[in-house]
């Protein structure tokens, strides 16, 4: 089932759905990624601290698929924020990925007290004028980090990609990025598979359409507007993540998703997250 794309605010169009590999060691990236591909993702989301961007553009690279087809996001670590350092930081990215540009360049984390999102983001706008990058973003920037950013340069963000799930719902950020035209982007879409998936409304739904629980949640998302990268290693699950466009959950699922909010991270508060 083929994925349907979101319109960015610039009009670029990105994949509703993609695949994410935190957490997938260089050496397995290839594999997994390769996996991805044949299983119908078009999108990857990686970073340059996951230190797999290398095995992460060998598969784009055997997959011989046209460049055109793919959205490949990669972020820029916090170490590197900074005018100059950011102009370095991207050009060893699109190395080690083997491409010509990325389609979606994201600040990984605002570190407030460090002061430089801003400096940062207007390289992140040069590259972008330039050509070398289609939509420029941020992550794990609350509202007033994005109001902040948003005064003081001239591209509003495409999307902010940030921790959300059932018990994360982040209704104050998703409102604002409504307002904005920021596209949300859903990391550890699956809650990072612990509990979540046997939540037992959530396995009462997947029974109900003869899902499994990820899809449940993942189509969730979908309905949502959410853009989704769930990760897996396992190609069954691979599979599976993909799978979600020919169902659809009804008033009363969703309703009793939505119960399940408890707003409680599994990942950093980014307003004190200063990780280098
Ligand atoms: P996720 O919510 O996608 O969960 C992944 C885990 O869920 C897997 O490791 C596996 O244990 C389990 N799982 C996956 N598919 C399953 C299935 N079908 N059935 C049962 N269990 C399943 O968590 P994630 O990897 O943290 O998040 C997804 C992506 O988001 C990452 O790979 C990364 O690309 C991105 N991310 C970004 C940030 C950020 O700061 N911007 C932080 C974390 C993650």
Redesign the pocket.
């Known amino acids: 089932s083929k994925v349907p794309p979101i319109i960015l605010n610039n009009g670029v169009e990105m994949p509703q759905l993609g695949f994410?590999?935190?957490?997938v060691p260089d050496d397995e990236a290839e594999t997994a990624v390769a996996t991805a591909l044949e299983a119908g993702y078009r999108s990857i989301?990686?970073?340059a601290i996951y230190g797999n961007e290398d095995g992460t553009g060998k598969a784009i690279a055997a997959a011989g698929l046209p460049r055109e087809e793919l959205f490949v996001t990669t972020?820029l670590w916090n170490a590197d924020q900074g005018y100059d350092s950011t102009l370095r930081a991207f050009d060893t990215s699109l190395g080690k990925l083997g491409l010509d540009y990325v389609d979606l360049y994201?600040i990984?984390?605002p570190t407030p007290e460090r002061g430089l999102y801003v400096d940062t983001y207007k390289a992140f706008e040069k590259l972008h004028a330039d050509g070398r990058i289609r939509a420029i973003g941020v992550?794990?920037f609350l509202p007033e980090h994005l109001q902040k950013l948003i005064g003081e340069t001239s591209v509003v963000p495409a999307v902010n990609?940030i921790?959300l799930?059932p018990h994360l719902q982040q209704g104050a950020s998703r409102e604002y990025h409504a307002e904005q035209g920021i596209a949300t982007e859903a990391?550890?879409?699956?809650?990072?598979?612990k509990g979540l998936?046997e939540v037992p409304a959530i396995v009462a739904i997947a029974r109900k359409h003869d899902r499994?629980?990820?899809q449940v949640v993942l189509r969730w998302h979908i309905q949502l507007g959410n853009v989704v990268?769930?990760?897996?290693v396992t190609p069954s699950?691979i599979k599976?993540?993909i799978d979600v466009f020919d169902f659809s959950l009804d008033d009363e699922d969703l309703a009793a998703i939505s119960a399940l909010n408890e707003d409680r991270r599994i990942?950093p508060d980014p307003a004190e997250f200063n990780g280098a």
């Open positions: 994410g590999v935190w957490q989301d990686t970073a972020k994201l990984h984390w992550s794990n990609q921790e799930h990391w550890s879409p699956l809650g990072q598979g998936l499994t629980p990820a990268i769930p990760k897996s699950r599976e993540n990942g």
